[in-house]
């Protein structure tokens, strides 16, 4: 019970106040159908690099500006909407899916590390990992659908009402995860102590980010730390992995699609982490 209500208290003080008015205002956008104006200067490099629609360079904006899960929640409105086709949208989980420079500067850099300089670093290469990222994913097709442009018949209702609901369900929802899975990494400690500081750090941070990153910058050099901190923020752990796949709910998207996106994600941020680490 106590640790149900960690997860519940690091949830409301974490969480609610940083991502709930980001889902209200991008839900708004979303419902308005105003989201393509803000798109359009970045039409042609999304269409050719991306396989995307316009759209897409405002979403991600907003899932590196705001961080999980507002990507996946934006993206899943749009097709929701008619404004996306659901292979826009697969394609657009591959580099929309991101962390937020207020969790990775703030409470990484700042609070875990004591040094920004340190966040920002992380910052850069899970932004640019991601951008790379979804330059393999760009031709990924889905079965069901034809290969003719999506072309949305009808603008979105705008329903004040429907927006504040569908904002706290999606918020609570993400309270639930979290506090279910403070409980699993509560109930898996005596496994993880059976191996190294550093590595029973990285396994939590697969599960929980949070947490996770708590137990690599204790107990790791600042190099090591920044690659591994980069690693399990670009990856997300299993539990920002349901908090988006909740989201995507409508998309019936396949999970292993979703987590090897946040594999390579993780991966390519790595890389780029260690090089930056090696220029400097």
């Known amino acids: 019970m106590q640790v149900t209500l960690n997860g519940f208290s690091a949830w409301a ?69 008619g404004q996306i086709s659901k292979a826009d949208a697969f394609r657009m989980t591959s580099f929309c899916s991101t962390s937020g420079p207020m969790f990775i500067i703030g409470a990484v850099g700042v609070g875990m590390l004591k040094n920004a300089y340190f966040g920002y670093i992380i910052f850069i290469s899970h932004a640019l990992g991601a951008l ?9 097709k889905v079965k069901e659908e034809e290969k003719q442009d999506f072309v949305q018949t009808t603008k979105p209702e705008f329903n004040i009402g429907e927006i504040v609901t569908d904002s706290a369900i999606s918020i609570i929802s993400v309270g639930t995860i979290i506090a279910i899975f403070f409980v699993i990494i509560h109930s898996l400690t005596p496994l993880f102590n059976l191996f190294p500081a550093p590595l029973s750090g990285v396994l939590e941070g697969l599960i929980e980010i ?71």
């Open 210 to 280: 949070t947490k996770g990153c708590i137990d690599i910058s204790s107990n790791l050099s600042f190099k090591s730390t920044i690659l591994a901190c980069t690693f399990v923020i670009s990856f997300g752990g299993l539990s920002t992995i349901l908090q988006s796949i909740t989201m995507l709910n409508k998309l019936k998207m396949p999970i292993s699609l979703f987590i090897l996106q946040k594999t390579t994600h993780a991966i390519f941020s790595s890389l780029i982490a260690g090089l930056i680490l090696i220029l400097i």
């Open 13 to 81: 003080f974490n969480v609610l106040p940083s991502v709930l008015p980001f889902i209200f205002l991008t839900k708004i956008l979303s419902s308005l159908g105003h989201i393509q104006s803000f798109s359009k200067i970045f039409a042609k490099p999304i269409a050719k690099f991306y396989n995307c629609p316009p759209c897409a360079s405002y979403v991600f904006l907003m899932s590196v500006i705001s961080g999980y899960p507002v990507g996946a929640k934006m993206t899943a409105d749009l097709y929701q909407n």
């Open 132 to 140: 790379i990222n979804g330059l393999f994913y760009k031709n990924i």
